[in-house]
């Protein structure tokens, strides 16, 4: 059974930092992109970042660009998110998904191409 779980989210002071991780689980992971996305009150989801499955690109949200980077330990099936300067509006949960192994897909910032997903962990951050 495929899964992703989310860690580290919490609550923090603004600009203060916090690295989320999202293990992967239930077959190999080598191939897929990975991407974080967030889901604030009262709004939509939408994408923060998304890294390559060999790791070699990225792409952020404007929003989070210059302040979050993501990373991946494909040896650990492991994504992480390295949120700095954290603001009032990065409050959200926080999503990790995974495409299709060699979906041939690059760096893919629409929910729609993510089929698996974590279950969401908090990020609360007071001005």
């Known amino acids: 059974q495929v899964q992703l779980v989310e860690s580290g989210g919490g609550s923090v002071p603004a600009g203060d930092s916090l690295r989320l991780s999202c293990a992967a689980s239930?077959?190999?992971?080598?191939?897929?992109?990975m991407g974080w996305f967030r889901h604030a009150p009262g709004k939509e989801r939408v994408f923060v970042a998304v890294?390559?499955?060999?790791?070699?690109?990225?792409k952020y949200a404007d929003s989070v660009k210059g302040r979050f980077t993501i990373s991946r330990d494909t040896a650990k099936n492991t994504v992480y998110l390295q949120m700095k300067s954290l603001k009032f509006e990065d409050t959200a949960v926080y999503y990790c998904?995974?495409?299709?192994?060699?979906?041939?897909?690059?760096?893919?910032?629409?929910?729609?191409?993510?089929?698996?997903w974590g279950q969401g962990t908090q990020v609360t951050v007071s001005s």
């Open positions: 890294i390559h499955w060999n790791g070699g690109w990225a």
């Open positions: 239930g077959r190999t992971w080598s191939r897929e992109n």
């Open positions: 998904a995974a495409d299709d192994a060699g979906s041939g897909r690059f760096l893919p910032v629409s929910q729609s191409e993510y089929p698996y």
